[in-house]
């Protein structure tokens, strides 16, 4: 059990250390990347569907357009790029994108 928690610790620090300097907004039509080491740093990285980490993998180099959906307010956290053509379009937090 005590390794348990001290993985979750580690985890946890090092999720801390990837994010403290992102930013908390981006402009909408700002050009990111994907931050792969962010996303694929995540503790639960090992529960993300298939689906979803082979979009990773296939699009970690690519660039995309920011793009605000209205429900997320205007100045939102989370976002959609526009490049993306999945049905729904997958939703980002700006920590796991890198502006460009």
């Known amino acids: 059990m005590k390794a ?3 993985n979750r610790r580690k ?4 999720i ?34 298939k689906k979803w980490k082979q979009w990773i993998e296939n699009h970690q180099d690519d660039t ?8 997320f307010g205007n100045e939102p956290s989370t976002v959609v790029l526009k490049e ?3 049905d729904p379009k997958w939703l980002w937090w700006v920590g796991e994108l890198i502006a460009i």
Do not use: A, M
């Open 4 to 6: 348990f928690y001290d």
């Open 11 to 14: 985890n946890l620090k090092h």
């Open 16 to 49: 801390q250390k990837l994010i403290q300097n992102k930013p908390q907004t981006l402009p909408e039509g700002c050009k990111v990347k994907l931050d792969t080491e962010v996303l694929k740093g995540g503790i639960d990285y090992n529960r993300k569907t």
């Open 64 to 71: 995309f357009t920011v793009e605000y959906e209205s429900r």
């Open 84 to 86: 993306d053509d999945t």
